[in-house]
């Protein structure tokens, strides 16, 4: 499974941005749970939000709860990760990840969990 994160730019805080995953195998995308992640400067890259194969398990960590919102269409091949009420300490490249198992209705938190890994889109919030 390839994947394409797009959608992420400069934005002040307070601010809202929508990020794009879009796979390029579309025969196996709806099958797959998937996660989205992020790394700061200097940090390990950590859990931000995942959305079951079908779409109807989600979840988040405790610093976006409530702020950012994943979803998916699997008619597109896209997943997507609505961020909104942006702060400066959400800046970090953004990454997109397909499951490592298929089918898998509880999704996960760790890097382990994931087999396949987009390049990375780029989230600067200014204060």
């Known amino acids: 499974v390839q994947l394409v994160e797009s959608g992420g730019g400069l934005v002040q805080a307070g601010g809202s941005l929508r990020l794009s995953c879009a796979a390029a195998?579309?025969?196996?995308?709806?099958?797959?749970?998937m996660g989205w992640f992020r790394q700061a400067p200097g940090k390990e890259r950590e859990f931000v939000a995942a959305?079951?194969?079908?779409?109807?398990?989600?979840d988040y960590s405790e610093s976006v709860k409530g702020r950012f919102t994943v979803s998916r269409d699997n008619a597109m091949n896209t997943a997507y990760l609505q961020m909104n009420s942006l702060k400066p300490e959400d800046t970090a490249v953004y990454y997109c990840?397909?499951?490592?198992?298929?089918?898998?209705?509880?999704?996960?938190?760790?890097?382990?969990?994931?087999?396949?890994w987009g390049q990375g889109t780029q989230v600067t919030v200014s204060s």
């Open positions: 990840a397909a499951d490592r198992l298929a089918l898998r209705t509880v999704v996960g938190r760790g890097l382990n969990d994931y087999a396949y």
């Open positions: 959305i079951s194969w079908s779409g109807g398990n989600t």
């Open positions: 195998s579309g025969r196996t995308f709806r099958n797959y749970a």
